[in-house]
């Protein structure tokens, strides 16, 4: 407890004086310049949303598809190959994911090469945008790549210990049509049981650093890209709108964290006392 | 004493010394280098001939690390908040901008350069090595590398690159997509080059920086811009973030006109086979940036003696000859040819002239000094909020 608490509340309350202009040796004394100007800009809060959709968008979809995967495939995914193949993707470091995306999916890729060559295109650059682009797709495509086989592993331990093939099979011979055994049974006994690592993974990719660095757009920026910018910056005197950000951020995901937590222990209370 | 070689004399400072002095304090020590490491025939030159002529004939062990700009900043301003009095860095490879940086925040250590025997080779009334980004450079730091940025293109698929704003214009308007700024240094230092023309002559932001000025010629600026920008890369609804990314995506074919710093640095591109053998590089109409590149020894540096051999020898005509003839990398030597002994002047004429790069003799003819520093960063910030963000 005191390991992980101590170097966090540290930092915060050293982001904290930052942020206020009462440490940095360009700041000189108490002020709350950066604060306004941070509010006033409204990149913060639109950095905020961005992220937040990004994240929101690819947990859905990577527990949407590992749900389908582990449900549909469970014999399958016992075997070695297959398991193997999906969960590979686990093993790989974000940055290189990253890159990954980058080498397929650009412009200059390797699919739109392999476009051009097999005469789809008739520009390489007519490849469609999915890198650096607009709607965050490469983001979302490599978070989607990087998440889905912790939640497939994750759905088929959970398949496994909550003993849900057993709870179909009784629910068969008491008549239930098999799409009322998934909608009814398995998929809420699943999720039940995953909600708070699922919103965890959430407050995760919304602090994201390298892979929307690698493959986002120069505005809006996911907010980890958008805090080491401004603290990196060249003017030094601004430095500390960096430290309004990360406090913010931080104050926000600490929220969240609690809230969440909290809510599961009365959960379990409630479960327990029935 | 001995497993700590850096600490051994922390307190002796060189300012009154005798280089003999200097070189004996030196003796057995190690210096820590903190450079950009992102060209590969310049990392060579560091570790196969730099840190074995160091060690070989100083004693003296040179240890690389990673950093540059805002990142060696940082690391001096956390010392300082920190109170660090013996600092992990010794030398830095710096310019204008880092520059500014570390003065604003007193984290250069100095002057030193007058002292160093090898600075007399150096011509410091050169307004390019004197004159840091508008800022006198006071022998707080020596100058160690000399470039011009340039635009490069490729001469097999465009005959005749534009030259100035309006060819510009006209060139993305007939080849949409394949022009775009970087939103980094490089890309700056571009949008300094354009400022200028648009101020009407090359000395248009020469001297302090002139805040009505740049009000004036930047919104021009920003208006060319965001009446281009749909036909830069991606319709100009996002910029790369680092030059890099260009490279390759000229080296691709994504982009067909891009720039860098010595001399557009298509020669060690072209040999590492990056680049084809087409590439060309060229100065605007109006001119392109030349600047220096310098060393400077941070204000805590536990080993300023040590840093000082080694920055006396980095200047020296056997390092600077190595330096420009390795790989062909930067054209440029910042020593003036005519100071050296006649040996080494002799050498320098002859060396072998680079196979790709335009004659750097020429290029200069077209070179604009650095503006103030000021320009740098108001350009940064109203890029961002005025073309990107729009």
Excluded at chain 2, 274 to 302: F, M, V
Aim: proline letters at 5%; aromatic letters at 14%; a neutral charge.
């Amino acid at each position: 407890m005191l390991i992980g608490v101590v170097p966090f509340a540290s930092a915060f309350i050293y982001s904290l004086l930052y942020s206020f202009g009462v440490v940095g040796i360009v700041n000189d004394g108490f002020t709350t310049r950066f604060w306004e100007s941070v509010l006033a800009s409204g990149e913060f809060f639109r950095a905020f949303v961005y992220s937040a959709a990004i994240a929101a968008v690819s947990v859905l979809i990577s527990v949407g598809l590992a749900l389908w995967l582990a449900l549909k495939f469970t014999q399958e995914l016992n075997r070695k190959m297959l398991s193997f193949v999906i969960y590979l993707p686990l093993a790989i470091p974000g940055v290189v994911a990253a890159f990954f995306t980058f080498q397929l999916f650009s412009k200059a890729g390797f699919f739109s090469r392999l476009s051009y060559k097999l005469g789809w295109l008739q520009q390489a650059r007519q490849f469609p945008d999915v890198v650096n682009d607009q709607f965050a797709i490469g983001i979302i495509l490599t978070f989607i790549t990087v998440v889905m086989p912790f939640f497939v592993l994750l759905f088929l331990n959970v398949y496994k210990n909550e003993r849900v093939e057993d709870l179909s099979r009784l629910a068969y011979s008491l008549g239930a049509k098999p799409s009322q055994i998934t909608w009814r049974v398995s998929l809420p006994v699943m999720l039940r049981k995953t909600w708070t690592l699922i919103a965890l993974y959430f407050i995760f990719l919304l602090g994201a650093y390298e892979i929307p660095l690698i493959l986002g757009q120069e505005s809006p920026q996911m907010l980890s890209v958008l805090i080491i910018r401004e603290i990196k910056q060249y003017d030094l005197e601004k430095i500390s709108e960096g430290y309004v950000v990360a406090v913010i951020y931080t104050f926000i995901v600490s929220l969240a964290a609690i809230l969440l937590f909290s809510k599961r222990r009365k959960a379990t209370k409630v479960i327990v006392d029935e | 004493m001995a497993c700590k070689p850096t600490s051994s004399d922390s307190t002796f400072d060189p300012t009154d010394a005798s280089w003999e002095t200097i070189e004996e304090k030196a003796q057995g020590t190690t210096v820590n280098f903190m450079m950009w490491q992102g060209n590969p025939p310049l990392n060579d030159y560091i570790n196969n001939f730099l840190v074995p002529t160091l060690k070989d004939r100083y004693g003296i062990t040179m240890k690389i690390t990673g950093g540059q700009g805002p990142e060696i900043v940082q690391l001096v301003m956390g010392e300082k908040q920190a109170g660090i009095e013996n600092g992990q860095v010794d030398i830095v490879w710096i310019n204008g901008e880092t520059f500014f940086q570390l003065r604003k925040i007193d984290g250069l250590w100095g002057p030193f350069v007058k002292q160093l025997p090898n600075s007399q080779y150096i011509n410091f009334d050169n307004p390019f090595i004197n004159t840091d980004f508008q800022q006198p450079v006071n022998y707080m730091e020596a100058p160690w590398g000399m470039g011009q940025f340039a635009l490069v293109y490729d001469s097999a698929k465009i005959p005749d690159p534009p030259r100035n704003l309006k060819e510009l214009e006209t060139y993305v308007k007939a080849n949409p997509g394949t022009f775009t700024l970087s939103n980094d240094f490089s890309g700056m230092t571009l949008l300094k080059s354009f400022l200028a023309e648009i101020g009407g002559s090359p000395t248009s932001l020469d001297g302090d920086f002139d805040e009505a000025k740049y009000e004036r010629l930047s919104a021009q600026l920003w208006d060319y811009l965001n009446r281009n920008k749909k036909y830069f890369w991606k319709e100009g609804s996002t910029f790369p973030k680092e030059h890099t990314k260009m490279s390759q995506m000229f080296a691709t074919g994504e982009l067909q006109l891009v720039y860098g710093f010595s001399e557009g640095g298509i020669e060690d591109k072209i040999e590492e086979g990056l680049y084809p053998k087409t590439a060309r590089a060229y100065a605007w109409d109006n001119g392109t940036i030349l600047n220096s590149n310098y060393l400077g020894i941070p204000y805590n540096s536990g080993n300023k003696a040590g840093a000082m051999v080694a920055i006396n020898f980095l200047i020296s005509p056997e390092a600077q000859y190595k330096k420009q003839i390795h790989n062909g990398r930067e054209a440029r030597t910042v020593l003036e040819i005519n100071r050296l002994p006649a040996e080494w002047k002799e050498k320098f004429e002859n060396a072998p002239k680079p196979s790709y790069s335009p004659d750097s003799e020429k290029l200069a003819k077209k070179a604009i000094q650095e503006p103030a520093p000021e320009y740098m960063i108001r350009l940064y910030e109203d890029f961002r909020t005025e073309v990107i963000e729009k």
